[in-house]
Antibody, heavy 118, light 110 residues
Framework: QVQLQESGPGLVKPSETLSLTCAVS?????????WTWVRQPPGKGLEWIGEIYHRGSINFSPSLKSRLTMSVDKSKNQISLNLNSVTAADTAVYYC???????????WGQGTLVDVST | QSVLTQPPSASGTPGQRVTISCSGS????????VFWYQQFPGTAPKLLIHRNDQRPSGVTDRFTGSKSGTSASLAISGLRPEDEADYYC???????????FGTGTKVTVL
């Protein structure tokens, strides 16, 4: 059973870097999965952030691409997200998720709320 | 920012049929699969429909997905109070090179 668990600071100051990790269990991160981040601002809809394959291929949202990095840690079976120069507009629940390429997102983490505020 | 357009709300009485539309373009719905997700407040989305009209194991057949051209729809038949949730369509967009979600529809059971 695939399980995803996001973790990271719940509060980030404006202009700083938002860093999250997603611990994966029940499947190897080197399996044929794409590892995805989706966010949802409070009271708003879902926004796709980007995805990474364990061999390093990435697809990023064009609107976030310039501020975004993702990585895979095979030794820890986890993925990471870094979003720099954050503003209040980056306040959201951040979900870690997984799918096959171009396919439906099958598994979601529970999400973690990140508040960008002083 | 969403490139897939859904009505913000839909409603019906118990037992009725409710349909949610999702409008896109040739670069997304027109050339790729459509997925539908259900989300309750404070929880992660759950997959309802994949490959336009396929239900994952465990999803009731009261949910039906369809696609025609650059639009898709989700029908909920025999509406129940527990269907009250937010519903999102999604697809891959070839022009953007990434996934896109719909604007979301809140379904209310009157």
């Amino acid at each position: 059973q695939v399980q995803l668990q996001e973790s990271g600071p719940g509060l980030v100051k404006p202009s700083e870097t938002l860093s999250l990790t997603c611990a994966v269990s029940g499947v190897s991160i080197t399996n044929n999965n794409w590892w995805t981040w989706v966010r949802q601002p409070p009271g708003k809809g879902l926004e796709w952030i980007g995805e990474i394959y364990h061999r390093g291929s990435i697809n990023f949202s064009p609107s976030l691409k310039s501020r975004l990095t993702m990585s895979v840690d095979k030794s820890k079976n986890q993925i990471s997200l870094n979003l720099n120069s954050v503003t209040a507009a980056d306040t959201a629940v951040y979900y870690c998720a997984t799918s096959y390429q171009f396919a439906e997102i099958q598994h979601w983490g529970q999400g973690t709320l990140v508040d960008v505020s002083t | 920012q969403s490139v897939l357009t859904q009505p913000p709300s839909a409603s019906g009485t118990p037992g009725q049929r409710v349909t949610i539309s999702c409008s896109g373009s040739n670069s997304n719905i027109g050339g790729n699969y459509v997925f539908w997700y259900q989300q309750f407040p404070g929880t992660a989305p759950k997959l309802l429909i994949h490959r336009n009209d396929q239900r994952p194991s465990g999803v009731t057949d009261r949910f039906t997905g369809s696609k025609s051209g650059t639009s898709a729809s989700l029908a909920i038949s025999g509406l129940r109070p527990e269907d009250e949730a937010d519903y999102y369509c999604a697809s891959w967009d070839d022009s953007l090179g990434g996934r896109v979600f719909g604007t979301g529809t809140k379904v209310t059971v009157l």
